[in-house]
C-alpha cells in the first residue's frame, strides 16, 4: 500500500501541542513508509477560521521540520464538490430531503430528553419521496444510515470497537444554505485525496463511525483509522494552558529547541524501549506500525521537556546557538571580541542552561553595548568599597599579566595572590570583577570569562563598567 497520510488543523487558533502530536505521528508514518504526508487546512468555519491562524499553524509545522509532500489543500476550495456528492447520493436513494424546522427539531429534543432517551432526529422525512416534498422550503440533506446491525471499526490504536447503528442518527450532510457540512467535507476530501490512513485524536472517535456509513454509501474506500489518545496535563485532568498548552510558537519563544519539542511529543504516547533520546531519523526508522502507540492518555511534564531540551542544547555547536539567540536578547549587538568569546565560553553557558532564553541571559553581556548595565541582584555586590577593589586589581592584572600568559590558570594564579596580598578572601575580588565583566551576579567562571574575552578586551569591559559606576554614585 501507497501511506498516504493528512494533517488537517481548523485555523481558529494557534498549532498547539495535541496537534503537533498528531502531526508528528503522521509526518513519522509516512516517512518510515516513503509515503506522503498532505496537510489540509479546514477552514469551512469562516467566521472563526483566520489568515493568521493559518500562517501560525505553517510556520509551526515548519520550525518542527514537518514538511509536507505537496501543496496544502484549502478545504474551502472544495465545497461545490461536497454539494455535488450528497446531492448525487439524494438521486442514489441513499440520503434524503428533511424539511423539519428548527422549532420541530427542537420540540423533538425537549420530548427525547424529557423521556429520557437519548436526543436524535426521528427520521419523519426518511421515507418521503418527491411528491411529499414542499415547494420553496428550505432543507437539509440527511445520509439514509442502516436502522439495524452495527458499525465495526478495525482501530490500529484502539483495536476493535463496535458501535450499534441503532445508535447513529441520519445525520445532516447539507445545511439548509447549501453548505456542506463537518463530516460530509472530511470524507470527500480524505477520498479525493487519496488518504489511507487518518491518524488523529480519539476525540474523533465516534465521528469515526458515522464517516464509515458515509464512504459506504459513497462507493469510496474505507481508510485505516487510528485513534491517538489525548494528552492529559501532570494532575491527569485535561490538558490546558495551566498545564503548558500553548501554541507551539510559545515554546519556540521561550528558547526550546524543535528537536527537544519533537522528540518530547513523540514520546507522549509512543516509545521504543527505554529510549528517552530519540532523533527524528531513529524515529523515522522505528515508526513502522501504528499499533505501538499507547491506548492510555499520556500526561504532560514539563521538567522532562526541559531535561531533553537541555541535552540539546548540549549537544548543538555554538555557530547555531548563536544564530538563534540573537531574538532573545534585548538590543543584541555583535562587536569585534563577543563573537570569538561566545565561542569559547558557548558549552559553558549551555552546562547549567534548560532554555535557549537562559543561554541568552547568561550570555548577554557579550552582545550589549557598553557600558554594561548592573543588574539588579549584582548591584549589592558593586558598591564604594567593591568598586575600589576592583579598580586596583584591574591595574594589577594589566601590570601582571601579559597577552602571552592571559588564560585562565595563569589568571586564577595571579587573583589568588592579589587577594592574599589584600588580606581578603578569593570571592571578594571575584564577585565584583564579575560584575565589572558581565553586569551580572551569576556567570560562568570569572577566569574562564577572563580568558574568553582576551587582556585588552577584558580591561575595557571592567573599566567601563567600572567608570559608569563611580560617575552614577557621584553625581
Not at 483495536?159 to 447539507?174: C, R
Not at 543561554?359 to 549589592?380: C, K
Not at 577566569?447 to 587582556?455: P, R, S, V
Amino acid at each position: 500500500m501507497n501511506v498516504r497520510v493528512r494533517f488537517a488543523p481548523s485555523p481558529t487558533g494557534l498549532l498547539h501541542i495535541g496537534g503537533a502530536r498528531t502531526a508528528l505521528f503522521n509526518w513519522l508514518f509516512a516517512r518510515h513508509h516513503g509515503g506522503a504526508f498532505l496537510l489540509r487546512i479546514e477552514d469551512t468555519d469562516r467566521a472563526r477560521s483566520t489568515p493568521e491562524a493559518t500562517a501560525a499553524i505553517l510556520d509551526g509545522l515548519r520550525w518542527l521540520g514537518l514538511d509536507w509532500d505537496e501543496p496544502e489543500v484549502y478545504q474551502s476550495a472544495n465545497l461545490e464538490r461536497h454539494r455535488a456528492v450528497a446531492l448525487g447520493l439524494v438521486e442514489a436513494g441513499k440520503a434524503y430531503r428533511c424539511y423539519a424546522t428548527p422549532e420541530e427539531l427542537e420540540v423533538m429534543r425537549n420530548e427525547a430528553m424529557a423521556a429520557g432517551r437519548p436526543v436524535a432526529y426521528d427520521r419523519r422525512w426518511r421515507d418521503k419521496t418527491p411528491a411529499d416534498w414542499p415547494s420553496g422550503k428550505p432543507y437539509t440533506i440527511r445520509l439514509r444510515t442502516p436502522l439495524e446491525g452495527e458499525v465495526s471499526i478495525d482501530d490500529a490504536v484502539q483495536g476493535n470497537v463496535n458501535v450499534s447503528n441503532s445508535q447513529i442518527d441520519d445525520f445532516v450532510l447539507l445545511r439548509s444554505d447549501g453548505t456542506p457540512t463537518y463530516m460530509l467535507s472530511v470524507v470527500v476530501d480524505d477520498h479525493d485525496m487519496g488518504i489511507t490512513h487518518i491518524i488523529r485524536g480519539d476525540d474523533h472517535l465516534n465521528n469515526a463511525f458515522r464517516q464509515y456509513h458515509l464512504f459506504i454509501a459513497c462507493g469510496f474506500d474505507v481508510p485505516i483509522f487510528a485513534h491517538i489518545p489525548l494528552i492529559h496535563g501532570s494532575d491527569g485532568a485535561k490538558l490546558s494552558k495551566r498545564h503548558g498548552a500553548v501554541g507551539v510558537s510559545s515554546y519556540r519563544d521561550e528558547g526550546f529547541l524543535p528537536e527537544a519539542l519533537c522528540n518530547y511529543l513523540l514520546r507522549l504516547g509512543w516509545g521504543h524501549g527505554d529510549d528517552e533520546i530519540i532523533s527524528l531519523e531513529q524515529a523515522i526508522s522505528w515508526f513502522d506500525s501504528l499499533s505501538h502507540i499507547s491506548k492510555s492518555a499520556s500526561r504532560f511534564d514539563r521538567d522532562k521537556l526541559l531535561f531533553l531540551n537541555q541535552h540539546y542544547l548540549r549537544q548543538i555547536d555554538s555557530e547555531r546557538i548563536l544564530s538563534l539567540i540573537g531574538q532573545h536578547i534585548k538590543d543584541f549587538k555583535m562587536n569585534e571580541y563577543s563573537l570569538y568569546s561566545f565561542r569559547d565560553l558557548a558549552a559553558a553557558f549551555t552546562e547549567r542552561a534548560h532554555t535557549l532564553n537562559e543561554v541568552a541571559a547568561a550570555a548577554q553581556f557579550l552582545f550589549t553595548p557598553l557600558p554594561l548595565p548592573i543588574a539588579a541582584d549584582a548591584a549589592q555586590h558593586f558598591d564604594a568599597a567593591a568598586q575600589r577593589r576592583t579598580a586596583a586589581l584591574l591595574d594589577t592584572l594589566d601590570a601582571a599579566v601579559s597577552d602571552e600568559n592571559w588564560n585562565a590558570a595563569h589568571l586564577e594564579s595571579t587573583l589568588k595572590e592579589a587577594a592574599k596580598a589584600q588580606g581578603v578572601k578569593l570571592g571578594a575580588l571575584l564577585m565584583p570583577l564579575r560584575v565589572a565583566l558581565t553586569g551580572q551576579a551569576h556567570s560562568p567562571s570569572v577566569f574562564a570569562i577572563l580568558a574568553a574575552l582576551g587582556k585588552k578586551h577584558s580591561l575595557v569591559v571592567a573599566r567601563s563598567t567600572l567608570n559608569a559606576a563611580l560617575q552614577k554614585d557621584s553625581a
